[in-house]
């Protein structure tokens, strides 16, 4: 059993910086992709970080340039470093990944970003 356990969200001004952390219960981020989505009310859960087991990362266009995902295998931790935010970055942010067939993801953190 896979649980993943998000912190670190909270309220930040525009232009302000935030670091989300998902801590594992294991290390399964070794074995597996990890990935931070966010999602809004009404809207479909939107991929934007990828950290693969090889240490390489993809990001989505939005957050590109502005967001940073990392891993800490010592503490099973995958981190999103968020910087430069926008009020669109409002979302509750997640981390997941699929592991032997199965997807696992924690509660979520929620981020607002005020103007």
């Known amino acids: 059993q896979v649980q993943l356990v998000e912190s670190g969200g909270g309220l930040v001004q525009v232009g302000g910086s935030l670091r989300l952390s998902c801590a594992a219960s294991g290390s399964i981020f070794r074995l597996a992709a990890t990935g931070w989505y966010r999602q809004v009310p009404g809207k479909e859960r939107e991929r934007i970080a990828t950290?693969?087991?090889?240490?390489?990362?993809t990001y989505a266009d939005s957050v590109k340039g502005r967001f940073t995902i990392s891993r800490d295998n010592a503490k099973n931790t995958v981190y999103l470093q968020m910087n430069r935010l926008k009020p669109e970055d409002t979302a509750m942010y997640y981390c997941?990944?699929?592991?032997?067939?199965?997807?696992?993801w924690g509660q979520g953190t929620q981020v607002t970003v005020s103007s």
């Open positions: 997941g990944l699929r592991w032997l067939g199965a997807e696992y």
């Open positions: 950290i693969y087991t090889s240490g390489s990362t």
